[in-house]
């Protein structure tokens, strides 16, 4: 049995389907499917009732996987439990940024990182905000600017900023108006980009739009905005977007407007471990520090 086994133990268990397990480890259905049987095998029990609509725990998976996360808990740990044991020193802290960060985020990461220079080194790692949960619960992230919500055990959330969201449509369509409502886009298709890209709270919004009357839907199989953008330009098609956008879609094919019945808006909080911010965790002055900047 080796450590990745649990790893994609857990994942299966805790989405209770193969194919969001897959994405959310970036790896095929098929091979994740046949590593659940080694480890079945090994462990001479079945772990998962399945077939092709229904994944559930069997009692004895149920019983492995508090087991195994504490076990890979454990693991994931040795990095900063080997640096707490070796005492003060300056160290490397890797805070995750979700992609379009507000500036004023931005802003408030560089003060961070100047005030705590000289007890760490923090540096920057991009990714979506599910990797980088999963990155600061592993420990392989002293903390993450995350897109909310969250919900993960032993995770501290403080929440920083709300940025509302607008609709992007095609300016041969729209251009000149100031605001749409949903009721004019029950025509359009509703794109978004690749499945695993967009933050959870976009999920909430396909449940609003659907009970609005917009039941098309496209996912695009990549993840940038460029590409969105390019479709809905093409027109019949719509994509929710950050409204502060339309400052840089004025002079081109799409435009980006709000919403007359509906006010979304994407919230972004700052996570860590509330074990490594304790006062004798290695991240306590870390985090110390990032909640006087980020809440100043």
Known sequence: MEIFHLRYFVAVAENLSFSRAARQLHMATSPLSQRIRDLERELDQRLFDRDSHHVALTRAGAAL???????????????WQLRRALGPGRRAAYVGVVPALHPQLRERLAQLEARCT???????????SGNLLNAVQRGDLAM?????????????????????????LPAAAFG??????????????YVTSAPGTLPTYFDQLKVRLKAAGI??????????????????????????????????????????????????????????????????????????????????
């Not at 000289?118 to 979506?128: A, Q």
């Open 65 to 79: 996987l508090p087991i195994a996360k504490d076990v890979l808990g454990r693991f994931d740990d040795i990095p």
């Open 144 to 168: 993450a600017l995350v897109h909310l919500p969250v919900h993960a055990e032993g995770i501290e959330v403080l929440e920083l900023l709300h940025e509302p969201l607008g609709a992007l």
């Open 118 to 128: 000289e007890e760490y080194d923090v540096k920057r790692w991009p990714g979506n």
């Open 215 to 296: 039941h098309k839907e496209v996912s695009l199989n990549i993840g940038d905005y460029t590409s969105v953008r390019e479709i809905v330009a093409n027109g019949s098609t719509f994509a929710i977007t950050l409204l502060s956008a339309g400052k840089q879609e004025e002079e081109g094919r799409v435009v980006v407007l709000p919403f007359r019945d509906f006010s979304p808006s994407l919230a972004t909080g700052l996570v860590w471990r509330r074990d490594r911010a304790e006062p004798d965790g290695d991240l306590h002055g870390l985090v110390r520090e990032a909640g006087s900047v980020f809440s100043a």
């Open 176 to 189: 000149g108006r100031t605001s749409v409502s949903l009721s004019e886009l029950t025509d359009y298709t």
